[in-house]
């Protein structure tokens, strides 16, 4: 099974930016869609974007579309996320996730460990 290690994240203030990265683990990469959640002090874990396993299909939750930028580097094993304009809002930790296969709307099979972003007003 695919294991996801995530660097990145820090405090930034509002307007802002910073970049995640999630590193997976073993060959079998390219086959899971890979997606982004976040989780806010008191709220339950939300969706944020998610990416096919080709790279060229993307979904935002709306409250970053237009801010945020998902990718991925199918020879590196790598997707990141790009998070610009950030707003004191963003603030949570974020967690990337693997789909069950290359499409994200089939069930996530693995999570990272999770890294806090914090933006100041």
């Known amino acids: 099974q695919v294991q996801l290690v995530q660097s990145g994240g820090g405090l930034v203030q509002a307007g802002g930016s910073l970049r995640l990265s999630c590193a997976a683990s073993?060959?079998?990469?390219?086959?899971?869609?890979m997606g982004w959640f976040r989780q806010a002090p008191g709220k339950d874990r939300e969706f944020v974007a998610a990416i096919d396993w080709s790279g060229t299909d993307t979904f935002y939750a709306l409250s970053v579309k237009g801010r945020f930028t998902v990718s991925r580097d199918n020879a590196k094993n790598t997707v990141d996320l790009q998070m610009d304009n950030l707003k004191p809002e963003d603030t949570a930790v974020y967690y990337c996730?693997?789909?069950?296969?290359?499409?994200?709307?089939?069930?996530?099979?693995?999570w990272g460990q999770g890294t806090r972003v914090t933006v100041s007003s």
């Open positions: 073993g060959d079998t990469f390219r086959s899971h869609a």
């Open positions: 996730a693997a789909y069950q296969d290359g499409s994200y709307t089939t069930p996530r099979i693995a």
